[in-house]
């Protein structure tokens, strides 16, 4: 399975794990979150950050990098410290080079006013985070499958495509 291009060669998903960025500062859900990965239909890395400034930091840092990898995909909770999973999402979208990253909203809130929102900054999509432990783990297991397995991921994000 081919996910794109570095320079003028194809990039497979066998040579590098898909990398994820996971924005989320309550460390039972993001363990529980990588916990749901653990068995997940392709290699992949997570980087979890704790709150949005860290986010725009380390995003900023990777561009900075010769040998970036910036993420394939952002799973971004909405209710962190320092900046909003709103004002990140804003951020990225508004941005030429991180604006192409697949952002899923994973957040306990419902609330019809963010998920508008969410999507009139250009989220890919909104999960709500469910509180049984077994329902929450299936559901992080479908983004695996559904993300991994079936869409196509934009090229990989490396030197410059």
Request: aromatic residues 8%.
């Amino acid at each position: 399975m081919w996910i794109g291009l570095k320079g003028l060669g194809l990039v497979s998903m066998n040579t590098r794990p898909i990398e994820i960025l996971l924005a989320e500062d309550n460390m039972a859900d993001a363990k529980l979150t990588v916990e749901g990965f653990k068995d997940a239909t392709v290699k992949h890395h997570i980087t979890v950050l704790s709150d949005g400034q860290q986010v725009m930091d380390h995003l900023n840092r990777e561009r900075q990098n010769p040998d970036r990898l910036l993420p394939d995909l952002i799973i971004l909770d909405l209710n962190m410290p320092k900046k909003t999973g709103h004002e990140v999402l804003a951020e990225l979208k508004a941005d030429d080079e991180l604006s192409m990253i697949p952002v899923l909203i994973f957040t306990a809130s419902d609330a019809q006013a963010d998920i508008l929102e969410a999507y009139r900054l250009h989220a890919s999509a909104y999960l709500t985070k469910p509180i049984d432990f077994g329902e929450f783990t299936r559901l992080v297991r479908s983004i695996d499958e559904f993300w991994f397995n079936f869409v196509k991921l934009p090229a990989a994000f490396i030197h410059g495509y």
